[in-house]
């Protein structure tokens, strides 16, 4: 299977220095991404925002060929890699690029991460749900009621992988939402585009579970919100302590992280450093 992946300009500089920004909104999420804190930096560099190939999940694709599908645009570009920033899952994936232009540009670039966590069941349940929620408008109430009781109920099921979850999810409301489009009056390639995204939302939470991001993390610079379910404050809740190697924290909560003037104020030194 031939990845694809592109990368959209959130700013575009004459420096040679380029800034890769993971993180995954093409769902119509609420929260606030990169193109937010972006126009906040003070930082002269070319920014970088990421779209992952429009994979579905259970595709047999492995996660670490996943991300190195990501670097060829970058080698073409000529262009240094200064920094790579993730948040949320998205930190997982930035980890696994510094460490592959590390290799590619003899010298690590900086990892800025935000709200970091590593991807869960848990995860992939409340990422879909937040989705399926937005979807759910156009839904009958016995199409909620169904994909409710087939999210509950994969999760429950013994030895069930992220993988196979997302992969299960994703067929089961594929056979409920096609129905509920035709209803809507969506016409064929508008869904298509639509289950696209979903498909490529959920891979990127998917195989985010195939790269292990606990020691690249160890030379990062964490950004933390005030949320407790969040990032770094729930791996201490867990008893996990000393992630990275050094945490900014914010009064901010996780959804408007990236919308602060603290916030960027604070990634411009990082970046500066």
Partial sequence: ????????????????????????????RAEAGFPDLVRNLDYDATFWHVHPPAVAPGSDVDGADYVRSWIEPIKESGRKVHAVMGYCVGAVYAAELVDLLAELQGKAPKLIVFDPEPTSLENVYFQFGKVFGILSSILSEEDVAQTRET???????????????????YAAFRDVGHNAFERAGFDVEYSEEMWETLGAFLSFLTYADHLDPWEGWRSAAAVTSSNPRNGLNRMREAGRDNVVAEELTFTEGHDVLLTSGDVARAVTKLLER
């Fill in 1 to 28: 299977m031939t990845l694809v992946t592109t990368w959209t300009t959130l700013n575009e500089s004459d420096s040679a220095d380029l800034v890769l920004c993971v993180d995954f909104t093409e769902t119509g």
């Fill in 151 to 169: 999210m509950d109920r994969l999760l429950q099921v013994e030895g069930i992988t992220v993988e196979g979850y997302a992969a299960q999810l």
